[in-house]
């Protein structure tokens, strides 16, 4: 029986599973939703079957439930070798992914304040697989740590030290394993070492962030303390004034109405007052719709905006390479976006551009482009599983 690796993303009411043989292929994967509502499910990817979820149902159950399916499949016959975690905030503590231990727990839970919403419910995760898998190996995987090579000119903010000193007030940047996938992919197609790579790598997805990398090591990216900065995403807003705050207090809007505003009302979701879902806003927008077609136009200047701004991080430039479900799929962001960057000598064929998928072509510049333009898959839960099965060989021999 070959042995397995097994993913967890756990979210605050969601929870998804990948696993993946050692040589890194995926043999299947799970998701739970709503978990602790009322209408949760669990369903295996590729099996038509909902496996219900009681209303009282935790993490810990939904997991249980995922895992007994993954069994009654033939998929999963033995405990896995290694379990890699994704984690969302790994504060300035860790700059690469770690075995799970005691001390580990603790410096994931101190990270808690700098991400209330993602830390506790990455450790309930965490603390469910321990006790379905006691003694199997876990490694946090933390979506800050590619990042924790920013110079610290990149990473302060313009405030007073002591909110940095006291607090942690800083960029930290998140989409971490995406971006480090981008700059070995890249690397890899271009037959260079990923040492020597600069890119600059956009990640749209529903949450979207851009990374400026300096031969393989971040050095600028477009989130900060928290995944709210930088482009426009799905429901949230991006870069706003924050000038913003005094003047909305003044209307009457408190703290807890402002985080839902800027997190989920807001984004391409607030601007076309219809949708998030940036393929049923390009249809929208193809109907006639004239918010939608707002909302795109704002997605794509904000970003040609940041692509540029990463140019002032680099010395070299390998590829800009778009990656995650609007990245890969949306020839018309990626159209209009570059339609802004003619005078920073990018530009797109657009042929390529738009048979980019079909005949599975990831290099979309035209002839005449300075820089190359490439399409890269990514691929998260992959680079999860790689690092959880590196580190738990390497403690294993220790
Ligand atoms: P997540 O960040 O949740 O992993 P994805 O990376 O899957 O999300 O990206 C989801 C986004 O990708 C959605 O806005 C979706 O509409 C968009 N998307 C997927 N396919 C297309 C497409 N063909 N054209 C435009 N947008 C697309």
Redesign the pocket.
């Known amino acids: 029986m070959e042995a397995m690796v097994l993913v967890i993303n756990c979210g605050s009411s969601s929870l998804k599973v990948a696993l993946f043989d050692t040589s890194l292929n995926k043999l299947a994967a799970g998701l739970a939703e709503r978990i602790g509502g009322p209408d949760a499910f669990a369903s295996l990817t590729g099996t038509r079957d909902t496996l219900p979820l009681a209303t009282n149902a935790g993490h810990k159950e939904a997991l249980q439930t995922l895992i007994d399916a993954l069994r009654a499949q033939g998929l999963l016959r033995e405990a896995p070798v290694a379990i890699g975690h994704r984690v969302v905030h790994g504060g300035e503590t860790f700059r690469e992914a770690a075995l799970i231990n005691n001390p580990v727990l603790s410096a994931i839970h101190e990270c808690a304040s700098l991400a209330p919403l993602h830390n506790p419910v990455n450790l309930v995760g965490i603390e469910a697989t321990r006790e379905l898998f006691p003694g199997v190996s876990q490694v946090a995987v933390f979506d800050t740590a590619f990042h924790q090579t920013l110079p610290d000119y990149a990473y302060r903010y313009a405030l007073p030290e002591r909110l940095y000193k006291d607090w942690g007030v800083r960029r930290y940047g998140f989409h971490g394993t995406s971006h480090s996938f981008m700059a070995s992919e890249t690397a890899r197609l271009l037959n260079q070492s990923p040492e020597t790579t600069s890119i600059i790598s956009a ?6 962030s851009i990374t400026a990398i300096r031969d393989g090591a971040s050095v600028d990216t477009s989130m900060g303390l928290t995944p709210l900065e930088g482009l426009v995403m ?1 429901t949230r807003s991006g870069d706003i004034d924050p000038g913003l705050f005094d003047f909305l207090r003044s209307k009457g809007i408190n703290a807890e109405d402002l985080h839902r505003l800027l997190n989920h009302d807001s984004g ?1 979701l607030g601007l076309s007052g219809e ?8 249809e929208l927008a193809e109907q006639g719709h004239e918010a939608s077609a707002l909302a795109i136009e704002v997605f794509c200047f904000r970003l040609a905006r940041y692509i540029a701004a990463m140019m002032a991080s680099l010395t070299r430039l390998d590829a800009l390479v778009f ?11 990626r159209s209009k976006t570059l339609a802004h960057l003619s005078l920073v000598g990018l530009s797109l064929d657009a042929e390529r551009n738009r048979d980019h998928g079909k005949q599975r072509e990831y290099r979309i510049e035209s002839g005449d482009s300075r820089f190359r333009i490439l399409v890269i898959p ?1 691929n ?1 839960e992959r680079v999860i599983a790689s690092e959880a099965l590196t580190i738990a060989r390497s403690g294993a021999s220790h």
């Open positions: 990640h749209l997805g529903n949450g979207c799905g391409l949708t998030n879902d940036m393929r049923s806003l390009c990656t995650g479900g609007i990245g890969e799929n949306s020839a018309l962001v990514t998260e």
